[in-house]
């Protein structure tokens, strides 16, 4: 377990996010709730998009 100070995946930034570092996932990367926990995150017609709410 660990925290990192930001995460950032184009213009949406979360700061102070929770993480593990897994490494058998084999250069594999997955976002958790504690970062997608903070976005609005939308499926429509197979496209998927990420925003940044309010803080």
Same mark, same amino acid.
């Given at each position: 377990?660990?925290?990192l100070d930001t995460v950032q995946i184009g213009g949406?930034? $979360?700061r102070n996010v929770s993480a593990? %570092? $897994?490494p058998g996932l084999d250069g594999d990367v997955l976002l958790g709730m504690s970062f @997608?926990?903070?976005m609005d995150v939308? @499926?429509?017609q197979g496209k998927?998009? %990420?925003t940044? @709410?309010?803080e």
């Open positions: 377990m660990t925290r949406v930034k $979360a593990v %570092i $897994a @997608l926990g903070r939308r @499926l429509f998927m998009t %990420i940044q @709410l309010e």
